[in-house]
């Protein structure tokens, strides 16, 4: 079973920008589609971005155009670029596997310990 661990969160000013790792250890990384996943104080987790094993991606409207996600085989490491930053965008964000069901994709546990981002002046 893969382990992810996030890193690269912290505070930036908006229009900031960040770039988020997702490290990840066991299973088989390369053949599986990962995501990008938030928790907004008081929301519910949300997904924002996926990439395929072939290296599709898919984002959440609220960030496509700013976001992007990638990922690195060989060093079994996913990212994800943030740029023009916003206040709602604050929140613990997350990687996960993602699997496609029911004409979805769904991300799949288990989940790391995340990293905040906090965007504000």
């Known amino acids: 079973q893969v382990q992810l661990v996030e890193s690269g969160g912290g505070l930036v000013p908006p229009g900031g920008s960040l770039r988020l790792s997702c490290a990840a250890s066991g299973g088989i990384f390369s053949a599986s589609a990962m995501s990008w996943n938030r928790q907004a104080p008081g929301n519910e987790r949300e997904m924002i971005a996926v990439?395929?094993?072939?290296?599709?991606?898919t984002y959440a409207d609220s960030v496509k155009g700013r976001f992007t996600i990638s990922r690195d085989n060989a060093k079994r490491t996913m990212y994800l670029q943030m740029n023009s930053l916003k206040p709602e965008d604050t929140a613990v964000y997350y990687c996960?596997?993602?699997?496609?069901?029911?004409?979805?994709?769904?991300?799949?546990?288990?989940w790391g310990q995340g990293t905040s981002v906090t965007v504000s002046s």
């Open positions: 990439i395929t094993a072939s290296g599709i991606t």
């Open positions: 996960s596997v993602a699997e496609y069901l029911g004409g979805k994709f769904r991300a799949q546990g288990p």
